[in-house]
């Protein structure tokens, strides 16, 4: 039996990444999901399992809700400089191939398809979002605040625009992609973790 196949490696899905990904302070199962983009390579699924109890309750429930799937062959996080990488990692998530990455604050940190200025424009406007979505919070709203799609359009088929938060280790980033949003997608996974790995890689320099 090939060694592959009966013991593959884990890798999230990009709706696993999507959840894994979404908030500042991961709950238990998103923190453990994290754990599956790790510096180097891919974890087989002994290996994960044998990190912490949990993971063996949790695995089937990621397989079934398709956060996480096995692949026979290793994957390698990406090792590259972030500036050359983000513009190539963040094209192929949008349709019109129009994309933008910003901090949490605003700052335009790679563009693609954008000009400069349209660029740091719609970076303020997803933070000025989240500032938004963070008043009405206050004021009861029970909306995320994690997306958001801009139709130009009356018939709201295909968006303008589209905002989406992730935090990578507590650092918030904006997605921006203009016309159709690709995010079931290996890039948005590509992304994730090539940020989180330039994170872990800057911090045991």
């Not at 008043?135 to 989406?164: C, N, W, Y």
Request: net charge negative; proline share 5%.
């Amino acid at each position: 039996m090939n060694p592959s196949a009966a013991d593959p490696h884990l890798m999230l899905t990009p709706a696993g990444a999507m959840l894994a990904f979404a908030d500042k302070v991961p709950d238990e199962n998103a923190a453990m999901l994290q754990t599956l983009l790790p510096r180097g390579v891919s974890l087989r699924r002994s290996e994960w399992l044998s990190h912490l109890p949990q993971h063996a309750s949790l695995l089937p429930r990621a397989l079934h809700e398709g956060w996480v799937h096995e692949v026979e062959r290793e994957l390698h996080a990406p090792d590259v400089r972030l500036d050359n990488y983000l513009p190539h990692a963040i094209a192929g998530l949008s349709g019109s191939r129009m994309a933008a990455l910003a901090s949490d604050d605003g700052f335009c940190l790679a563009r693609v398809g954008y000009s400069q200025d349209d660029a740091e424009t719609l970076c303020v406007a997803a933070a000025d979002f989240f500032d938004f979505v963070a008043r009405q919070k206050q004021r009861g709203f029970r909306g995320t605040g994690r997306a958001v799609s801009f139709h130009e359009s009356i018939d709201m088929l295909l968006p303008a625009t589209t905002f989406m938060l992730f935090w990578v280790d507590g650092v918030g980033y904006w997605l921006i992609l203009g016309g159709e949003p690709l995010l079931n997608n290996r890039a948005l996974v590509e992304l994730i973790w090539g940020i989180r790995v330039a994170g872990t890689k800057f911090s045991t320099n």
